[in-house]
């Protein structure tokens, strides 16, 4: 397993990893197999989306606020019951396929981690599984 | 890894996929592992659901359309950030089990392609890794 | 694959189910690989989130209800359309990392089966792959 730390520095933010695991996945030198990446966290999660137009993940952020904001109706101690649900919707695993030696991915996705509760610390855990599949 | 290509026809549609992919499954002739579906788009999402009532497909996208619509809050300037957000929340990518030769699935589940920006040519990708498990 | 047994006791519930399946992976006695969890159900889903305030499973629930209620805008004739939407937007299948005999978990995580339409017995099934990864 591998570490890529990552350190956010607004509450809710949307961050590019898709180099450093590109980086891992050269590193790692298998040509083909699948990549398990994992958010070891329970108020920041990751996803897939559009790399292009950086509004894309604005959109994201202000549609979770909205629907999911903070409020006095939830009972969690820590103030921050909005970034656990918003983690459990976006999601804490991925899989990725490897070819040839990279990671595929449609034209227009990168990989993304999302800060719900930021500004923190963070880590993303990748695990390769080198191919035996067809 | 195999694609299975995908044509829809509407804004908003769930397209059953189980069928190939349980053919890919039978042609691939190993008896048991783990099979990694990815959806390679940015508006699109795979997911499982019930494969008897098709109004729960309804259901889905009827409350997806109302809790997330198009709407001038969001900036992306190709007006379809509600496609992004509905494919975040419902997922990229997906795990499903073989054992004896199949896919093994809940009685009522079916696995569904879940257009939200179409009519697109759409593609599925999918890597199987023959069992090494226990 | 090994089948975890679970009865629920409410229409909507979180139960931690890690203790279960840490004892899965002590038993399978392989020292690192990749945990795969799948829900075989439409109307549950598997996540993970917070271990330690109880809150915060209450505050899922308290959101997803709010946000998804039962509706007779809603076709499916089992009037539980919202148990199959949550469903879909928590996720049905969960990848977990094995290192040195045991699942890797972030400090606050544990692993969760979410009910949206119980009581009802229900399962979650693991496929373990040692490793062949890096």
Redesign the interface.
Known sequence: ?KVIPIHTDQREQILDITAPIRNLVAQ?A?S?G?L?L?????TAAI????NA?P??K???L??LKK??PQSP??????DN?DA??K???????????V?NGKI??????GIYFCEFDGPKDREV?V????D???
């Open positions: 397993m790692g298998f083909s699948v398990f994992f958010c070891p966290h329970t996803t897939i989306n559009e137009d509004d894309v604005r959109d994201i202000y549609h629907a999911i109706d939830f009972k969690h101690f820590e019951a656990h649900i983690s459990v919707l976006t999601g804490f695993s991925l899989v990725l396929i070819e595929q991915l449609g034209r227009w996705q855990w695990k390769a599984v080198p035996q599949g067809v």
